[in-house]
């Protein structure tokens, strides 16, 4: 179905941009919650789970090289079962990627176009996103590659302009109550990392040598280091009060002054994440609708790309009332029907796939 090639280093920033603009948008206030002055080691403990994933889907690459998940699911556990996982797994995706529209048109509406009606918001995100999705998956790594860069030095631009107005003690005593509030506030940031499942859509693409696994081995890494930046910025600045802001990255950019030149950086904030969430709302939109072009047997899935986005617009209005709302789903209905998506099952389907290799000789 497609014949364009990314590179290793492409899909590596790829991956890092697919959870990264909306990691640091909300995942402080949530590991802040839980976590406390621990909120820092969350993200470590929770990027366990990411290399996990991306070792098993690498693994699942080389039993099946050059197909997608949504190819071989049925030849490993049977049509009916088969066709019950990817219809888990296709929902999961557009109720996700609804929820990722959501927060960014919840993000722009509330900290800069307050008059501006949330639905033409998230229809500009939609159609922009749309025509990348159209353009083919190396138009997509090329920008990945180009903006990845970019995104983690502004992410660490933010935390050194700030070093001035830290009180470092906040961070004191490490592990006062235990281990377990750390452990607690690893959940959220471990869905985050979870999501790197859906590089699946990718790997059919990357050429050829491409050591891949190192690739997502990096992608993890990186963006286990972009957590622990951001959590660091906002334990630092606002201590446990980090967890009643609703965007503590954005608000401690508005903290940035230097000799009173350089100040009220937030708009650029915005466009930088704005253009980080481009490249990740794209990614999740082109996995959506390949593998729903895959699952139908379809030859080429750019037809699909406007009705797809029509449904990902739909379920961004349609997932919650309000911003709060959507707020607390994360932490209570959200992460458990992640680590089943994105955790079990996945695992279920490793576990079918080498028993019947190793057993049963099977081929496939």
């Known amino acids: 179905m497609e014949k364009e090639k990314i590179s290793n280093i492409q899909l590596a920033f790829m991956m890092y941009l697919m959870v990264g603009g909306t990691s640091i948008l909300i995942v402080p206030s949530f590991t802040?919650?839980?976590?406390?002055?621990?909120?820092?080691?969350?993200?470590?403990?929770?990027?366990?789970?990411?290399?996990?994933?991306?070792?098993?889907?690498?693994?699942?690459?080389?039993?099946f090289p050059g197909e997608t998940l949504i190819q071989y699911v049925q030849r490993v556990l049977g049509k009916a079962l088969g066709n019950a996982f990817i219809a888990v797994i296709l929902f999961f995706q557009i109720d996700a990627i609804g929820l990722i529209v959501r927060e960014y048109a919840e993000f722009t509406v509330q900290a800069f176009l307050s008059q501006t009606p949330l639905v033409i918001i998230i229809a500009s995100i939609v159609l922009t996103c749309s025509f990348a999705?159209?353009?083919?998956?190396?138009?997509?790594?090329?920008?990945?590659?180009?903006?990845?860069?970019?995104?983690?030095?502004?992410v660490l631009?933010?935390?050194?302009?700030?070093?001035?107005?830290?009180?470092?003690?906040?961070?004191?005593?490490?592990?006062?109550?235990?281990?377990?509030?750390?452990l607690k506030g690893a959940l959220e940031p471990s869905v985050w990392f979870m999501e790197f499942l859906f590089i699946y859509s990718f790997y059919p693409a990357v050429r050829q040598g491409d050591q891949t696994l190192k690739g997502g081995i990096f992608a993890v890494a990186l963006m286990m280091f972009t957590m622990v930046i951001t959590n660091f910025t906002c334990l630092f600045l606002y201590g446990e009060a980090t967890a009643n802001l609703t965007f503590p990255t954005l608000s401690a950019s508005r903290y940035i002054s230097i000799s009173d030149f350089f100040s009220h950086v937030e708009a650029i904030v915005m466009a930088l994440w704005m253009l980080g969430g481009f490249v990740q709302i794209s990614m999740w939109y082109y996995s959506l609708t390949l593998s729903t072009a895959q699952w139908l047997k379809l030859d080429n899935y750019r037809f699909l790309v406007f009705p797809v986005g029509?449904?990902?617009?739909?379920?961004?209005?349609?997932?919650?009332?309000?911003?709060?709302?959507?707020?607390?789903?994360?932490?209570?209905?959200?992460?458990?029907?992640?680590?089943?998506?994105?955790?079990?099952?996945?695992?279920?389907?490793?576990a079918v796939a080498l028993i019947r290799r190793k057993f049963f000789f099977n081929k496939y």
Do not use: C
């Not at 631009?157 to 750390?182: C, E, H, Q, S």
């Open 133 to 154: 999705v159209r353009a083919g998956v190396e138009v997509i790594g090329r920008f990945g590659l180009i903006y990845g860069p970019l995104f983690f030095l502004f």
């Open 157 to 182: 631009a933010i935390f050194l302009l700030l070093l001035p107005d830290y009180k470092f003690t906040n961070m004191l005593p490490v592990f006062g109550l235990g281990i377990r509030p750390a």
């Open 310 to 350: 029509l449904l990902i617009g739909v379920f961004s209005i349609w997932t919650a009332k309000n911003f709060q709302q959507m707020l607390k789903f994360f932490p209570t209905g959200g992460t458990g029907f992640s680590f089943v998506a994105l955790l079990l099952m996945p695992l279920l389907l490793y």
């Open 32 to 63: 802040a919650a839980q976590a406390k002055q621990d909120m820092w080691i969350s993200p470590v403990l929770g990027s366990v789970f990411g290399l996990l994933i991306v070792w098993l889907t690498w693994s699942l690459h080389r039993m």
